[in-house]
């Protein structure tokens, strides 16, 4: 059986924040991915 401040603690993990929100984790990736992919090519030329 869980306990309140564990499902206290899951529902404020599962929520991450409010204002931000878990689109900027793919977003944050994918703005990566493109900055690995111009720094590879920038290195081969």
Known sequence: MA???SLE???KL???NQE???YV???LVLVLY????EVKN???T
């Open 3 to 5: 306990t309140t401040a």
């Open 9 to 11: 603690a899951l529902s």
């Open 14 to 16: 599962r929520e991450l």
């Open 20 to 22: 931000l929100g878990w």
């Open 25 to 27: 984790v793919p977003f």
């Open 34 to 37: 493109i900055y690995g992919v």
């Open 42 to 44: 920038a290195r081969e």
